[in-house]
């Protein structure tokens, strides 16, 4: 039983953790473009990454 | 620049100005695009949303649109400028997710706590337990219950009530009662069963409110916007850019061949065609001389010209129309969704069977805590949990399905309009027909004509012209090279190819107002061809009248062009059409159907459509449509085939099938579980399989319309 004053506020933190950072991508405008997020991976950053390879 | 930074608007010193680039489709153009931008002079970042087919830019403030859009068009992208400034950030869907998010979270958590309650804990860890519910789920309701709250009261205000209203109350009730049985340290609190109720009619919320904007932005990214304003001559000789709401009469506005009217004037120098499809429905150029009136909205294409404003802004013929639109749009606005004519039924029912429970109990003396328990499990089992999910879910599946079909549906209460449609009216010009002139016999020249042909006519705007570019260029025909073209407004064009004089012009034997609109193409030495056009009808339009006799739809034309050009194109579909009709005309027309009981489904692409698009019980418009005729549109379609219509109404009505079956699901469900809730049989246990149970299977009844639209 003494284990529920540990594992209870743990599973608590997790969740509101992972609220947190769901609201935090949220307001950063993470879900604002979502079919150009999946194009974005495709364009290369820049030049000297390609001739790094 | 392609991490998704800081955002543009960060740095204040910079404006901002949003840009439709509707031609945006891969992964390279975001670059392209956003790296040629960056690049440029005064541009300190640009940001593409792709999935709303726009560019941010921040730039330096004394950049002017027009500079913009020659930037992006140098770029190979064809770009508008988009007349309202930045949405705003919160809007209406955000919150919802946040609330959504919130319950989520809650709710998983206190069926954590739940479930062990149900699995035997008692004593002092349920109390224990049934006090950390409390604190996840009080916090909760007041925030994601807001929306239900905030709506099922506005309803209540005005006397009326709708599915907010019991689930506001019921929400509200057990939420109270499961904390007083915290406090007693009772055997039940449904904690669980509240938040989770709030959790899935938030998902069936936040669905309704994506669709909405995703088809908003589809349709933003679209919007040929009429001109955001002119280059103004100053009376010292000076010139400068100034919007369209800050013309005023008498300004003098220098207006480039390929631009938009900003404001209605009177031609004072020069002479130009001018496109007015968009307020006549004409598809042929209309010749404007100094003196002639022009009204904004029209497009001039061949020649610049000063014109004087005579009107502007909300007193433009252009804004007219837009206020008849606003007048027509009013009868729609009173229609009631589905969901809500079902809540008008439901949510009495609903109240008078807990009321009804409570009260039995009373008086088979169960006293009031437990009468008021089981009143409590009532009113959380009949909560119209699937009802809230059956209508959404079925709509956004058939808007994503519809979507990659082509066919963008603004709100979930225009797919229910759709299938209700009995009756289809067409516009000709750009509806029924391409609204673009299509050569009729370029057969007639010979492969190294025609490329003398695309060499000459590639410099020119005229619609003609670029009939013939495009014509040609599908064969695959390189251009020849040809030398000193010049353009003469209402004469043609005129060149040197391998020393020859070629010459494209006017055909003076066929009148211009005659149903076919020709040219005549002329190599010094070689006989002259004269090349005819018309207004080519649509990939699909001769099938689509007999497609729709099938599912019971009857159509004919109405048409503001004249009765000889519409003539072939009735005959051609097999439809009877009324021609010459103003806009006025056609609302009244639409107005006598729907005295007699008939559903319009109007079908019209320009801004003489607008007010009959906007009257119709449902209207459908093409990509190509008026700025005007596609906001007044329920629905749009993208490409040339006008197929589109049919699917679209045939998805429709799978989707109202769909929909009943799954408000028979809910009922049934309701049927079974009510009694035993009316017994006292229901836990929270009980209540939390029942609401997720009956939700899972409307979900999954929905998820059958994915292939609707094929």
């Known amino acids: 039983m003494s284990g529920l004053a540990f594992l209870i506020p743990v599973a608590l933190l997790l969740g509101l953790g992972g609220l947190g950072a769901f609201l935090w991508a949220l307001r950063g405008g993470q879900f604002d473009d979502l079919d150009g997020a999946a194009l974005r991976i495709l364009i290369e950053d820049d030049k000297k990454n390609g001739a790094d390879r | 620049m392609n991490a998704p930074g800081p955002s543009p608007t960060a740095s204040t010193a910079?404006?901002?100005?949003?840009?439709?680039?509707?031609?945006?489709?891969?992964?390279?153009?975001?670059?392209?695009?956003?790296?040629?931008?960056?690049?440029?002079?005064?541009?300190?970042?640009?940001?593409?949303?792709?999935?709303?087919?726009?560019?941010?830019?921040?730039?330096?403030?004394?950049?002017?649109?027009?500079?913009?859009?020659?930037?992006?068009?140098?770029?190979?992208?064809?770009?508008?400028?988009?007349?309202?400034?930045?949405?705003?950030?919160?809007?209406?869907?955000?919150?919802?997710?946040?609330?959504m998010a919130v319950a989520g979270f809650a709710s998983m958590n206190v069926m954590l706590l739940s479930v062990s309650v149900w699995s035997g804990a008692d004593g002092a860890t349920r109390d224990l337990f049934h006090w950390l519910s409390a604190l996840i789920a009080l916090p909760t309701v007041a925030y994601s219950g807001r929306p239900f709250f905030k709506s099922a009261w506005a309803a209540l205000r005005h006397g009326r009530t709708n599915m907010d209203v019991p689930i506001a109350i019921g929400v509200a009730l057990v939420s109270a009662l499961s904390l007083f049985e915290t406090i007693v340290g009772g055997p039940h609190a449904y904690f669980d069963g509240a938040v989770m109720l709030l959790f899935f009619l938030l998902v069936g919320r936040v669905l309704d409110s994506v669709m909405r904007d995703r088809a908003r932005d589809g349709v933003t990214a679209l919007l040929k916007h009429t001109a955001p304003g002119a280059l103004v001559l100053k009376p010292d000789g000076s010139t400068a850019w100034r919007d369209a709401q800050s013309l005023a009469p008498n300004m003098r506005m220098i207006v480039a061949a390929g631009e938009r009217l900003a404001a209605d004037g009177v031609i004072e120098k020069g002479e130009s065609h001018f496109d007015r499809a968009l307020m006549t429905g004409e598809s042929a150029p209309q010749r404007a001389l100094p003196g002639d009136a022009v009204h904004a909205g029209t497009l001039n294409l061949d020649a610049p010209v000063t014109v004087r404003v005579t009107a502007a802004g909300p007193d433009t013929a252009i804004a007219d129309i837009a206020r008849m639109m606003e007048n027509a749009g009013q009868a729609r606005s009173r229609y009631v969704r589905l969901a809500d004519r079902a809540a008008r039924l439901y949510a009495p029912a609903v109240h008078t069977l807990a009321a009804l429970s409570f009260a039995g109990w009373m008086l088979a003396g169960a006293g009031w805590h437990d009468a008021l328990l089981i009143a409590v499990a009532v009113l959380i089992i009949t909560c119209p949990c699937a009802l809230g999910l059956a209508v959404p879910a079925a709509q956004i599946v058939v808007a994503g399905a519809l979507m990659r079909a082509g066919v963008l549906v603004k709100d979930g209460s225009a797919l229910e309009r759709l299938a209700d449609a009995d009756r289809a009216l067409f516009?000709?010009?750009?509806?029924?027909?391409?609204?673009?002139?299509?050569?009729?016999?370029?057969?007639?020249?010979?492969?190294?004509?025609?490329?003398?042909?695309?060499?000459?006519?590639?410099?020119?705007?005229?619609?003609?012209?670029?009939?013939?570019?495009?014509?040609?260029?599908?064969?695959?025909?390189?251009?020849?090279?040809?030398?000193?073209?010049?353009?003469?407004?209402?004469?043609?064009?005129?060149?040197?190819?391998?020393?020859?004089?070629?010459?494209?012009?006017?055909?003076?034997?066929?009148?211009?107002?005659?149903?076919?609109?020709?040219?005549?193409?002329?190599?010094?030495?070689?006989?002259?061809?004269?090349?005819?056009?018309?207004?080519?009808?649509?990939?699909?339009?001769?099938?689509?009248?007999?497609?729709?006799?099938?599912?019971?739809?009857?159509?004919?034309?109405?048409?503001?062009?004249?009765?000889?050009?519409?003539?072939?194109?009735?005959?051609?579909?097999?439809?009877?059409?009324?021609?010459?009709?103003?806009?006025?005309?056609?609302?009244?027309?639409?107005?006598?159907?729907?005295?007699?009981?008939?559903?319009?489904?109007?079908?019209?692409?320009?801004?003489?459509?607008?007010?009959?698009?906007?009257?119709?019980?449902?209207?459908?418009?093409?990509?190509?449509?008026?700025?005007?005729?596609?906001?007044?549109?329920?629905?749009?379609?993208?490409?040339?085939?006008?197929?589109?219509?049919?699917?679209?109404?045939?998805?429709?009505?799978?989707?109202?099938?769909?929909?009943?079956?799954n408000f028979a699901i809910a009922i049934g469900y309701n049927m079974i579980a009510v009694p035993m809730a009316f017994l006292g049989y229901v836990t929270p246990l009980v209540a939390a399989l029942a609401m997720s149970g009956s939700s899972l299977i409307v979900v999954g009844n929905a998820l059958r319309l994915r292939k609707a639209a094929r």
């Open chain 2, 427 to 661: 516009d000709k010009t750009g509806t029924l027909t391409l609204g673009r002139p299509e050569p009729d016999n370029l057969a007639d020249l010979s492969t190294g004509q025609q490329s003398v042909l695309l060499g000459l006519v590639r410099a020119s705007r005229h619609p003609l012209s670029q009939a013939l570019r495009r014509a040609i260029e599908a064969e695959g025909i390189a251009a020849a090279d040809i030398h000193a073209i010049a353009e003469t407004p209402g004469t043609g064009l005129s060149g040197a190819w391998q020393g020859k004089a070629v010459r494209l012009g006017r055909a003076d034997d066929v009148d211009g107002a005659g149903s076919a609109m020709a040219c005549r193409f002329e190599i010094a030495g070689e006989t002259a061809i004269t090349l005819r056009f018309h207004d080519q009808l649509r990939p699909g339009a001769v099938a689509l009248p007999a497609e729709l006799g099938a599912l019971g739809i009857s159509s004919s034309i109405l048409s503001g062009d004249r009765t000889a050009a519409v003539a072939p194109v009735a005959r051609a579909l097999g439809l009877t059409a009324q021609t010459a009709m103003l806009p006025e005309d056609k609302l009244a027309s639409i107005a006598r159907l729907s005295a007699g009981g008939a559903k319009v489904l109007m079908v019209g692409d320009g801004l003489n459509d607008g007010p009959a698009l906007a009257a119709g019980h449902v209207s459908m418009a093409p990509a190509s449509a008026s700025d005007a005729g596609q906001n007044a549109a329920d629905a749009v379609w993208l490409g040339d085939s006008i197929a589109p219509v049919a699917t679209a109404i045939r998805a429709a009505r799978r989707t109202m099938r769909v929909v009943r079956q």
């Open chain 2, 14 to 99: 910079f404006a901002e100005t949003l840009i439709s680039v509707p031609s945006l489709r891969c992964a390279g153009c975001i670059a392209k695009l956003e790296d040629g931008l960056a690049q440029a002079p005064g541009i300190a970042a640009a940001r593409v949303n792709f999935t709303a087919k726009r560019v941010a830019i921040a730039h330096a403030p004394d950049m002017a649109v027009p500079d913009l859009l020659d930037m992006i068009g140098s770029l190979g992208f064809e770009a508008q400028p988009l007349a309202e400034a930045a949405e705003t950030k919160d809007s209406e869907s955000r919150q919802l997710v946040r609330a």
